[in-house]
């Protein structure tokens, strides 16, 4: 059972230029978690190749690549009047390629070591000067989940959730009306692979239940024997 599900048209397309391999699967984990699709291209051609043959919202670059430079591939893609937004990752030290870098053509960049918060914001700023508009409120029936300022409230009252809770509830409403499975949640929110005999996701889900469904005889998140679960908005 697959529904209709609005959020979803809103997904984000990002290509994550990364040949540090740890980071790139880190980065691309979290960036997945809030219900993005994220492609890796681990050097400068597989880069350019794919940016110039798939459409994506914005491009994470990475500046010292192997094959070809960071710098090399975007100012190939603005030669070649490629406008997808790029935000660049950059070494602190690298301050006149970030000069460059932006001379050039990319929208914006952010020094490494980062905060993966900092890199979310500078993502959805980006996005918003480009016109990109993503909702930063999710809703299901007298359900809102403000995803800037980390709140929740059913019925208009305040719901405090634990950082993974609000994880899970994130995804679940970004991916409501369909089916997941305990196998994929646990990729997306814990990011380790799937094992039987583990009952996280269910401790979570039982968690919040407690917190969102208790006392309403309307309830949004539903079992599904032997598939997984899902959050029912209509
Ligand atoms: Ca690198």
Not at 38 to 63: C, M, N, W
Not at 196 to 203: C, L, Q, S
Request: proline fraction near 2%; glycine fraction near 6%; charge should be neutral.
């Amino acid at each position: 059972m697959l529904l209709e599900s609005l959020d979803a048209r809103q997904l984000v397309r990002i290509l994550l230029v990364e040949d540090e391999k740890k980071l790139a699967r880190s980065i691309k984990q979290q960036l997945e978690r809030g219900g993005n699709f994220v492609e890796i291209a681990e050097d400068g051609i597989d880069a350019e190749t794919k940016a110039r043959q798939e459409r994506y919202d914005i491009i994470i670059l990475d500046l010292n690549l192997p094959k070809k430079s960071g710098l090399d591939v975007l100012r190939d893609l603005r030669a070649a009047s490629y406008t997808t937004p790029v935000l660049i990752l950059t070494a602190l030290e690298g301050v006149d390629h970030r000069i460059e870098g932006l001379r050039i053509g990319a929208d914006d960049y952010l020094a490494k070591p980062f905060d993966s918060g900092e890199l979310v914001a500078r993502i959805e700023a980006v996005l918003r000067r480009c016109g990109f508009s993503r909702t930063a409120v999710l809703r299901a029936a007298d359900l809102t989940m403000d995803v800037v300022r980390r709140t929740v409230e059913r019925a208009g009252e305040k719901i405090p959730l634990s950082e993974k809770e609000f994880s899970l509830l994130e995804f679940l409403l970004r991916n409501k009306n369909q089916i997941l499975t305990r196998k994929r949640l646990i990729e997306q929110i814990w990011g380790y692979k799937f094992e039987t005999g583990t009952n996280i996701v269910d401790v979570y889900i039982s968690y919040l239940r407690n917190a969102l469904d208790k006392g309403f005889s309307r309830k949004l998140i539903h079992t599904m024997h032997g598939e997984g679960f899902i959050l029912i908005d209509r």
